[in-house]
């Protein structure tokens, strides 16, 4: 199984983004998936999970209301929309796949590389 992500870059604080991130080797629809991120000598963070069938969400205070998380199964693909980004939403942002409830304690059976995202001031 792989994942991989992209739509990373850099953009100005207040713009957007949407990442990508593609399975292949399984079928994703049978399993949850999350977005993460990790910037240099901060805590790694989960910034959003989405169930199996896409009807539930979950996302942490720090971007609620600003990052959206989306998956089209027939494309095994997953999607993070991020909007008024800020210079603190500067990380690495991997997706993951695995258990619903064990995403939020980054219990991932498979995890991607990661994409960079850069937001200036």
């Known amino acids: 199984v792989q994942l991989m992500e992209s739509g990373g870059g850099s953009v100005q604080a207040g713009g957007s983004l949407r990442l990508s991130c593609t399975t292949s080797?399984?079928?994703?629809?049978?399993?949850?998936m999350a977005w993460y991120r990790q910037a240099p000598g901060k805590d790694r963070e989960v910034v959003a999970i989405?169930?199996?069938?896409?009807?539930?969400?979950w996302y942490p205070n720090s971007v609620k209301g600003r990052f959206t998380v989306s998956r089209d199964k027939a494309e095994n693909t997953l999607y993070l929309q991020m909007s008024s980004l800020k210079p603190e939403d500067t990380a690495m942002y991997f997706c993951?796949?695995?258990?619903?409830?064990?995403?939020?304690?980054?219990?991932?059976?498979?995890r991607g590389q990661g994409t960079q995202v850069t937001v200036s001031s």
């Open positions: 989405i169930s199996s069938g896409g009807g539930r969400t």
């Open positions: 993951a796949q695995g258990p619903y409830s064990q995403l939020s304690f980054y219990n991932w059976d498979y």
């Open positions: 080797g399984s079928d994703d629809s049978v399993s949850a």
